[in-house]
């Protein structure tokens, strides 16, 4: 064993066994006398680097925590202590390719600063300023642990997102390793490709490039603007016209050319304009609502963006050839087979209190004139206080009593003031029809939330521009549509025309269907449709909850 190797490990094990003790700031500069003796003793300077993030709860240097101390310990040690990044005083080619990864962020969702940007940065400009930083073994070792912890982090962030995973989001792959980061760590400083090492962590997914597309577009027209912020209330007054007027002709809803202060009909328009982009009903008014969304700077929506961005690296590394997406916050499902759109419907979602779930199912059939078993959440929050004050409530709603043995029992036997959500031994049966709150059918998956995929009785909603309105399930406008879709493959070539008979007579019957269908209900605030960005109001809060990690 030579005296290079034997001093890492002595290195490596004092570091080791500092774990869990407070450490002081490592040594920020130690000049040698040349350049051939930086090889010498920079691995003296990684060990100490090494030393604090273990003695500090993973923080780093520059006060950025690290990825994964037993990652760099791993890197480091398989390297028997050498810098991964220089030799001889000079820096490896992957080096400037990361650093333009890091300081071009953004692009991809991420922050700059969660990859060290400003230490490295800093870093470069001191090579870049004299002779002397060039022979200073600390700030060699500086940026040699942070380019290696950068490129951990990166990979790791493009393959599986900045946000935690949950027991949704939770992918079946393996995790990126310390010996799969390292690995791919060495073969691109070996290829001298940092830049095809990265992009082979992103997804693939249609959807999930679209958006990318969409967010470089943005940042390049928009990311150095920052417009004026609109009074909250509207004001009819020629001050108030103009500010919105200027709001406006920045981001391409007004044309200037032409337009003069007095023209609310011109004004109006590209009110509506606005408004339709973003998901607002309509009515050419700056309402409260439009002067919020005026009102967010460019850096906000890029936020958003990039939050959905990571959101789709929650998704598996695949998806099936032919699924079925529901995008809450659009209001909107789509059946996509082979990337091509097949099938798509406006639908109603779940309020804010009622909150549709995001979730992972397979489609297994589909129930023509169901009945609906009410869910005793709503028997009793709703119904109960309802019957109560009046037993012919339940004739109106065509409900029906059930008992624990399945048998219909007249309301009128029933002493309803006796029971509540304590005791309670009936079912609220709707009956079947097209008064029925589930409508003419109903699609069904297993989820442990008993929530599905059905029509409604009450279809002028599907109009509304805010369609979180339902107790949790789905509503389906094109539920026809989907239904055709669903049986079209069916080996049976008669199926379809007896679906469509079973409708024309109002049969109650089940079609289980032979190509079941894999369903994703998902939570997408920003997406790229028809060749532009598009945002949707973030109805259940969700993307405020995710801010912080992207901060």
Not at 153 to 169: C, E, F, I, Q
Not at 199 to 209: A, F, K, M, N, V
Not at 510 to 537: C, D, H, W
Request: glycine share 4%; proline share 4%; charged share 25%.
């Amino acid at each position: 064993m030579n005296y290079f190797k034997t001093a890492w490990i002595l290195l490596l094990i004092v570091a080791v066994t500092a774990c869990g003790r407070k450490k002081g700031k490592p040594r920020q500069q130690e000049i040698v006398k040349t350049i051939r003796q930086l090889d010498e003793v920079v691995p003296a300077q990684i060990s100490e680097r090494l030393e604090y993030v273990a003695g500090n709860d993973g923080m780093m240097e520059d006060s950025v925590p690290a990825f994964r101390l037993s990652t760099l310990q791993y890197a480091y040690n398989r390297q028997q202590g050498t810098a991964l990044w220089s030799k001889n005083g000079r820096t490896a080619p992957g080096a400037d390719s990361l650093m333009q990864w890091i300081n071009a962020a953004g692009i991809y969702g991420l922050n700059p600063a969660h990859y060290h940007a400003e230490a490295l940065n800093g870093a470069r400009e001191q090579f870049r300023a004299g002779k002397e930083a060039q022979k200073d073994a600390a700030l060699w070792a500086k940026m040699d642990v942070l380019l290696t912890d950068a490129f951990f982090k990166m990979a790791y962030h493009l393959h599986y997102g900045v946000a935690p995973r949950d027991s949704v989001t939770l992918r079946k792959d393996s995790l990126l390793s310390d010996t799969v980061l390292t690995d791919l760590l060495q073969q691109a400083l070996q290829n001298g490709n940092i830049s095809a090492a990265l992009r082979q962590q992103e997804p693939l997914h249609p959807g999930y490039i679209a958006l990318k597309e969409g967010v470089q577009q943005y940042e390049q027209q928009f990311g150095d603007m920052r417009w004026d912020t609109l009074p909250q209330q509207y004001y009819d007054t020629l001050q108030f016209k103009q500010q919105l007027a200027a709001r406006l002709i920045l981001t391409g809803q007004l044309d200037s050319a032409g337009f003069v202060i007095t023209d609310s009909v011109m004004l109006k328009n590209a009110v509506k304009k606005f408004q339709r982009e973003f998901n607002i009903y309509p009515d050419g008014i700056a309402g409260k609502r439009t002067i919020q969304t005026l009102n967010k700077q460019p850096q906000d929506w890029m936020l958003q963006a990039a939050i959905n961005l990571d959101r789709w690296r929650k998704l598996p590394d695949t998806l099936p050839a032919r699924y079925l997406l529901v995008n809450i916050p659009a209001f909107r499902l789509n059946v996509m087979e082979d990337t091509a759109n097949v099938v798509e419907s406006r639908v109603i979602v779940g309020t804010p209190r009622t909150r549709t779930p995001i979730l992972n199912s397979v489609m297994t059939n589909f129930v023509l004139y169901p009945y609906w078993r009410v869910p005793y959440s709503i028997v009793f929050k709703e119904m109960l206080p309802q019957i109560k004050k009046d037993v012919n409530y339940l004739a109106e709603k065509n409900l029906e009593v059930v008992d624990h043995r399945g048998n219909v029992v007249s309301p009128d036997s029933i002493d309803w003031n006796k029971l509540s959500r304590k005791y309670f031994p009936y079912v609220l049966r709707q009956m079947d029809g097209l008064d029925n709150s589930l409508g003419i059918l109903k699609f069904n998956f297993h989820n442990k939330f008993s929530v599905y995929l059905h029509d409604t009785n009450n279809r002028t909603l599907f109009s509304n521009n805010n369609r979180a309105l339902s107790h949790g399930c789905v509503r389906v406008q094109a539920w026809d549509s989907l239904a055709m879709y669903m049986i079209r493959n069916d080996p049976r070539p008669e199926m379809r025309d007896s679906v469509r008979s079973w409708l024309d007579k109002e049969e109650q019957r089940v079609y289980s269907m032979t190509n079941r269908l894999p369903i994703y209900i998902r939570y997408f605030t920003a997406e790229m449709r028809y060749g532009r960005l598009q945002f949707y109001e973030d109805v259940y809060g969700e993307d405020k909850t995710l801010e912080k990690y992207f901060r």
